[in-house]
Antibody
Framework: QLQLQESGPGLVKPSETLSLTCTVSGGSISSSSYYWGWIRQPPGKGLEWIGSIYYSGSTYYNPSLKSRVTISVDTSKNQFSLKLSSVTAADTAVYYC??????????????WGQGTLVTVSS | QSVLTQPPSASGTPGQRVTISCSGSSSNIGSNTVNWYQQLPGTAPKLLIYSNNQRPSGVPDRFSGSKSGTSASLAISGLQSEDEADYYCAAWDDSLNGFWVFGGGTKLTVL
Protein backbone atom coordinates (compact mmCIF):
# COMPACT_ATOMS: atom_id res chain seq x y z
CA GLN A 1 0.00 0.00 0.00
CA LEU A 2 1.43 3.33 -1.07
CA GLN A 3 2.05 5.79 1.76
CA LEU A 4 3.18 9.40 1.72
CA GLN A 5 4.52 11.18 4.80
CA GLU A 6 5.26 14.88 5.14
CA SER A 7 8.00 16.09 7.43
CA GLY A 8 9.54 19.41 8.36
CA PRO A 9 9.34 22.30 10.85
CA GLY A 10 5.92 23.17 12.17
CA LEU A 11 6.88 26.78 12.83
CA VAL A 12 8.56 29.19 10.43
CA LYS A 13 9.38 32.85 10.98
CA PRO A 14 8.04 35.52 8.60
CA SER A 15 10.32 36.25 5.63
CA GLU A 16 12.09 32.90 6.04
CA THR A 17 11.86 29.80 3.83
CA LEU A 18 9.43 26.97 4.52
CA SER A 19 10.95 23.56 3.77
CA LEU A 20 9.06 20.27 3.71
CA THR A 21 9.88 16.77 2.52
CA CYS A 22 7.52 14.01 1.42
CA THR A 23 8.74 10.44 1.81
CA VAL A 24 7.08 7.86 -0.41
CA SER A 25 6.91 4.25 0.74
CA GLY A 26 5.29 1.17 -0.78
CA GLY A 27 6.07 2.30 -4.32
CA SER A 28 8.72 3.95 -6.48
CA ILE A 29 8.78 7.68 -7.05
CA SER A 30 10.52 6.93 -10.36
CA SER A 31 7.48 5.41 -12.05
CA SER A 32 6.62 6.95 -15.42
CA SER A 33 2.89 6.87 -14.58
CA TYR A 34 2.92 9.51 -11.88
CA TYR A 35 3.71 13.07 -10.98
CA TRP A 36 4.04 14.10 -7.34
CA GLY A 37 2.56 17.24 -5.87
CA TRP A 38 2.05 19.62 -2.99
CA ILE A 39 -1.35 21.02 -1.99
CA ARG A 40 -2.07 23.26 0.99
CA GLN A 41 -5.13 24.19 3.04
CA PRO A 42 -5.23 27.29 5.27
CA PRO A 43 -7.14 26.73 8.51
CA GLY A 44 -10.87 26.61 7.82
CA LYS A 45 -10.37 27.21 4.11
CA GLY A 46 -10.21 25.29 0.85
CA LEU A 47 -7.49 23.48 -1.06
CA GLU A 48 -4.80 25.20 -3.12
CA TRP A 49 -2.43 23.40 -5.49
CA ILE A 50 1.17 24.53 -5.06
CA GLY A 51 2.99 22.52 -7.71
CA SER A 52 3.94 19.12 -9.07
CA ILE A 53 7.12 17.32 -10.12
CA TYR A 54 8.01 14.31 -12.29
CA TYR A 55 10.79 11.92 -11.31
CA SER A 56 12.92 13.43 -14.07
CA GLY A 57 12.71 16.81 -12.36
CA SER A 58 10.14 18.41 -14.66
CA THR A 59 7.94 20.80 -12.68
CA TYR A 60 4.65 22.70 -12.85
CA TYR A 61 3.90 25.49 -10.40
CA ASN A 62 0.83 27.49 -9.41
CA PRO A 63 1.26 30.83 -11.20
CA SER A 64 0.26 32.69 -8.03
CA LEU A 65 3.13 31.10 -6.07
CA LYS A 66 5.67 30.43 -8.82
CA SER A 67 8.08 33.20 -7.85
CA ARG A 68 8.50 31.74 -4.35
CA VAL A 69 8.24 27.98 -4.90
CA THR A 70 10.84 25.33 -5.65
CA ILE A 71 9.96 21.63 -5.78
CA SER A 72 12.72 19.06 -6.15
CA VAL A 73 12.99 15.27 -6.21
CA ASP A 74 15.52 12.81 -4.81
CA THR A 75 14.89 9.46 -6.45
CA SER A 76 17.63 7.75 -4.42
CA LYS A 77 15.70 8.51 -1.23
CA ASN A 78 12.21 8.17 -2.79
CA GLN A 79 11.47 11.69 -1.63
CA PHE A 80 10.38 15.01 -3.04
CA SER A 81 10.61 18.38 -1.36
CA LEU A 82 8.99 21.81 -1.21
CA LYS A 83 10.64 25.14 -0.54
CA LEU A 84 8.51 28.28 -0.21
CA SER A 85 10.45 31.47 0.30
CA SER A 86 9.59 34.82 1.91
CA VAL A 87 6.70 33.38 3.88
CA THR A 88 4.03 35.46 5.60
CA ALA A 89 1.14 34.61 7.90
CA ALA A 90 -0.93 33.94 4.78
CA ASP A 91 1.22 30.85 4.16
CA THR A 92 0.03 29.26 7.41
CA ALA A 93 -1.68 26.05 6.33
CA VAL A 94 -1.79 22.30 6.43
CA TYR A 95 0.53 21.14 3.67
CA TYR A 96 -0.26 17.85 1.92
CA CYS A 97 1.86 15.85 -0.46
CA UNK A 98 0.04 13.68 -2.97
CA UNK A 99 0.53 11.38 -5.97
CA UNK A 100 -0.81 12.55 -9.31
CA UNK A 101 -1.91 9.53 -11.31
CA UNK A 102 -1.49 9.91 -15.10
CA UNK A 103 -2.90 6.50 -16.00
CA UNK A 104 -4.78 6.56 -19.30
CA UNK A 105 -4.70 10.38 -19.07
CA UNK A 106 -7.48 10.25 -16.46
CA UNK A 107 -5.34 12.47 -14.30
CA UNK A 108 -6.10 12.78 -10.62
CA UNK A 109 -4.52 12.96 -7.16
CA UNK A 110 -5.14 9.48 -5.81
CA UNK A 111 -2.94 9.10 -2.72
CA TRP A 112 -2.45 11.81 -0.10
CA GLY A 113 -0.24 12.20 2.92
CA GLN A 114 -1.84 12.93 6.28
CA GLY A 115 -0.76 16.56 6.08
CA THR A 116 1.44 18.71 8.30
CA LEU A 117 0.51 22.05 9.83
CA VAL A 118 3.00 24.83 9.22
CA THR A 119 2.50 28.04 11.15
CA VAL A 120 4.23 31.25 10.13
CA SER A 121 4.84 33.36 13.19
CA SER A 122 7.64 35.19 14.93
CA GLN B 1 -11.83 33.33 -4.36
CA SER B 2 -11.69 29.90 -5.99
CA VAL B 3 -11.57 29.40 -9.75
CA LEU B 4 -14.23 26.69 -9.51
CA THR B 5 -17.49 27.70 -7.80
CA GLN B 6 -19.27 25.42 -5.35
CA PRO B 7 -22.11 26.16 -2.94
CA PRO B 8 -20.64 26.60 0.55
CA SER B 9 -23.14 24.25 2.12
CA ALA B 10 -25.62 21.47 1.38
CA SER B 11 -27.77 19.29 3.56
CA GLY B 12 -30.07 16.30 3.53
CA THR B 13 -31.69 13.70 5.71
CA PRO B 14 -30.63 10.05 5.84
CA GLY B 15 -31.71 8.17 2.75
CA GLN B 16 -32.15 11.30 0.66
CA ARG B 17 -30.32 12.16 -2.56
CA VAL B 18 -28.26 15.33 -2.62
CA THR B 19 -26.28 16.98 -5.38
CA ILE B 20 -23.36 19.36 -5.21
CA SER B 21 -22.55 21.58 -8.16
CA CYS B 22 -19.21 22.83 -9.44
CA SER B 23 -19.09 25.63 -11.98
CA GLY B 24 -16.04 26.55 -14.02
CA SER B 25 -15.08 27.89 -17.43
CA SER B 26 -13.95 26.80 -20.87
CA SER B 27 -10.31 26.67 -19.76
CA ASN B 28 -10.89 24.17 -16.96
CA ILE B 29 -14.09 22.10 -16.73
CA GLY B 30 -14.99 22.94 -20.32
CA SER B 31 -11.87 21.25 -21.66
CA ASN B 32 -10.69 18.85 -18.96
CA THR B 33 -12.07 16.16 -16.70
CA VAL B 34 -13.31 16.78 -13.16
CA ASN B 35 -12.29 15.02 -9.98
CA TRP B 36 -14.09 15.06 -6.63
CA TYR B 37 -12.59 14.69 -3.16
CA GLN B 38 -14.19 13.98 0.20
CA GLN B 39 -12.58 15.41 3.32
CA LEU B 40 -13.82 14.06 6.63
CA PRO B 41 -13.18 16.31 9.64
CA GLY B 42 -9.51 16.40 10.61
CA THR B 43 -8.37 14.13 7.80
CA ALA B 44 -6.70 14.41 4.41
CA PRO B 45 -8.82 14.62 1.27
CA LYS B 46 -9.79 11.28 -0.27
CA LEU B 47 -10.39 10.69 -3.97
CA LEU B 48 -14.10 10.09 -4.54
CA ILE B 49 -14.65 10.49 -8.29
CA TYR B 50 -12.12 10.89 -11.10
CA SER B 51 -12.45 11.58 -14.82
CA ASN B 52 -15.94 13.06 -14.32
CA ASN B 53 -17.73 9.86 -13.36
CA GLN B 54 -15.27 7.10 -12.42
CA ARG B 55 -15.24 5.64 -8.93
CA PRO B 56 -12.00 4.34 -7.43
CA SER B 57 -12.10 0.88 -5.96
CA GLY B 58 -13.80 0.94 -2.58
CA VAL B 59 -16.00 3.99 -3.18
CA PRO B 60 -19.69 3.01 -2.85
CA ASP B 61 -21.86 3.34 -5.94
CA ARG B 62 -24.04 5.76 -3.95
CA PHE B 63 -21.56 8.36 -5.16
CA SER B 64 -21.76 9.44 -8.80
CA GLY B 65 -20.40 12.28 -10.90
CA SER B 66 -21.40 13.98 -14.11
CA LYS B 67 -20.23 16.82 -16.31
CA SER B 68 -21.95 19.03 -18.85
CA GLY B 69 -20.24 21.93 -20.59
CA THR B 70 -18.46 24.04 -17.99
CA SER B 71 -20.23 22.54 -14.97
CA ALA B 72 -20.03 19.31 -13.02
CA SER B 73 -22.08 17.67 -10.30
CA LEU B 74 -21.57 15.17 -7.54
CA ALA B 75 -24.60 13.16 -6.48
CA ILE B 76 -24.92 11.18 -3.28
CA SER B 77 -27.89 8.85 -3.01
CA GLY B 78 -29.06 7.00 0.08
CA LEU B 79 -27.42 9.64 2.26
CA GLN B 80 -25.74 8.30 5.40
CA SER B 81 -24.49 10.06 8.52
CA GLU B 82 -20.91 9.16 7.65
CA ASP B 83 -21.21 11.18 4.44
CA GLU B 84 -21.05 14.37 6.50
CA ALA B 85 -17.88 15.96 5.20
CA ASP B 86 -16.43 18.67 2.97
CA TYR B 87 -16.48 17.96 -0.76
CA TYR B 88 -14.15 19.56 -3.31
CA CYS B 89 -14.15 19.52 -7.10
CA ALA B 90 -10.89 19.91 -9.04
CA ALA B 91 -9.81 20.27 -12.65
CA TRP B 92 -6.78 21.20 -14.70
CA ASP B 93 -6.90 24.74 -16.08
CA ASP B 94 -5.27 25.28 -19.47
CA SER B 95 -4.70 29.03 -19.03
CA LEU B 96 -1.23 30.48 -18.51
CA ASN B 97 1.04 27.40 -18.52
CA GLY B 98 -1.61 25.23 -16.91
CA PHE B 99 -2.37 24.62 -13.28
CA TRP B 100 -4.71 22.64 -11.02
CA VAL B 101 -7.73 24.47 -9.64
CA PHE B 102 -10.06 23.47 -6.83
CA GLY B 103 -13.53 24.54 -5.85
CA GLY B 104 -13.98 26.32 -2.56
CA GLY B 105 -15.57 23.26 -1.02
CA THR B 106 -19.08 22.32 0.05
CA LYS B 107 -19.84 21.33 3.62
CA LEU B 108 -22.45 18.58 3.59
CA THR B 109 -24.56 18.24 6.72
CA VAL B 110 -26.67 15.15 7.34
CA LEU B 111 -29.66 16.31 9.35
Amino acid sequence: QLQLQESGPGLVKPSETLSLTCTVSGGSISSSSYYWGWIRQPPGKGLEWIGSIYYSGSTYYNPSLKSRVTISVDTSKNQFSLKLSSVTAADTAVYYCARLNLLWLQIHFDYWGQGTLVTVSS
Amino acid sequence: QSVLTQPPSASGTPGQRVTISCSGSSSNIGSNTVNWYQQLPGTAPKLLIYSNNQRPSGVPDRFSGSKSGTSASLAISGLQSEDEADYYCAAWDDSLNGFWVFGGGTKLTVL
